[in-house]
């Protein structure tokens, strides 16, 4: 199956706490909204019922042009061909 990878894509608040529950991971709702206020981008990706499977962002730190941080918060595991 292909999915598509969107950037800065909407995603609702509680979307990324469930997700993230989802694959045995604590919630962290207090994380969400605040979180896409410090990205530079983010990207998910839906499944065919529009439910978020994945979800990454990237940020820089606050004021430098340093290396950003590539977070990956959950998705599926990739199984390999």
Not at 14 to 24: K, S
Not at 26 to 41: H, S, V, W
Not at 59 to 70: D, F, V
Not at 76 to 81: G, N, S, T, W
Request: glycine content about 10%; some cysteine.
């Amino acid at each position: 199956m292909n999915y598509k990878v969107i950037i800065n894509m909407p995603i609702s608040n509680h979307e990324i706490p469930e997700l993230r529950e989802l694959v045995g991971w604590g919630r962290r709702d207090k994380d969400f909204p605040i979180l896409f206020k410090r990205c530079n981008f983010w990207a998910g990706v839906r499944n065919k019922n529009n439910k978020l499977i994945a979800f990454g962002y990237v940020r820089t730190r606050a004021g430098t042009l340093s290396p950003g941080q590539l977070g990956r918060v959950a998705g599926p595991p990739v199984r390999k061909r």
